[in-house]
T-cell receptor, first 113, second 113 residues
Framework: KNQVEQSPQSLIILEGKNCTLQCNYTVSPFSNLRWYKQDTGRGPVSLTI?????NTKSNGRYTATLDADTKQSSLHITASQLSDSASYICVVSAGNAGNMLTFGGGTRLMVKP | SAVISQKPSRDICQRGTSLTIQCQVD?????MFWYRQQPGQSLTLIATANQGSEATYESGFVIDKFPISRPNLTFSTLTVSNMSPEDSSIYLCSVALRGVEQFFGPGTRLTVL
């Protein structure tokens, strides 16, 4: 069964600090891994998409890594801002026909001043 | 990218009634998806709606409860029928572009009393 697990479930950090969110997956066959940011009351917005051959991708202060051997990904947020407070969802796409996305449970991040 | 709008953005409904949610995309897309996000949970795929064919429902979701229309390549509706409090969720429309990227609408927050 395809699964995506994220940790921690929730995290509180001070403004300006860095943090790293984790994602472990068992999805086969693997196609790509995405990180989304979901503000409260809004739809998810894509931060990064990584395929099998990519092991790091950045989007501003967000840097995602992918280790396809260990089936792990991380999202590192640098110099956090209050606006980073949101849920971060790891989504893995299976490489078969159709749109087989497996969603992680998300990490709820709160950045405090 | 794709710009997706949903109507209504939120609604409070009485038990036993039905609500139709509209999803409009700013470009023609083949595949549209409807998701449900229950409070504090991640997204669950309800169905895939392709223009010109019947929607494909995921396990646990049936057409009588969640009828879907897809009259053209930029529009879809999801109806939540005979609602109960357990249907209180955020309902999100999503589209896939270039077979990889997936974009989400802002969601419709439904509360059933």
């Amino acid at each position: 069964k395809n699964q995506v697990e994220q940790s921690p479930q929730s995290l509180i950090i001070l403004e300006g600090k860095n943090c790293t969110l984790q994602c472990n997956y068992t999805v086969s066959p693997f196609s790509n891994l995405r990180w989304y940011k979901q503000d409260t009351g809004r739809g998810p917005v894509s931060l990064t998409i990584m395929t099998f051959s990519e092991n790091t991708k950045s989007n501003g202060r967000y840097t995602a890594t992918l280790d396809a051997d260990t089936k792990q990904s991380s999202l590192h947020i640098t110099a956090s801002q209050l606006s980073d407070s949101a849920s971060y969802i790891c989504v893995v796409s299976a490489g078969n026909a159709g749109n087989m996305l497996t969603f992680g449970g998300g990490t709820r991040l709160m950045v405090k001043p | 990218s794709a710009v997706i709008s949903q109507k209504p953005s939120r609604d409070i409904c009485q038990r036993g009634t039905s609500l139709t949610i509209q999803c409009q995309v700013d470009s023609q897309v083949t595949m549209m998806f409807w998701y449900r996000q229950q409070p504090g949970q991640s997204l669950t795929l309800i169905a895939t709606a392709n223009q010109g064919s019947e929607a494909t429902y995921e396990s646990g979701f049936v057409i009588d409860k969640f009828p879907i229309s897809r009259p053209n390549l930029t529009f879809s509706t999801l109806t939540v029928s005979n609602m109960s409090p357990e249907d209180s969720s955020i309902y999100l429309c999503s589209v896939a572009l270039r077979g990889v990227e997936q974009f989400f609408g802002p969601g419709t927050r439904l509360t059933v009393l």
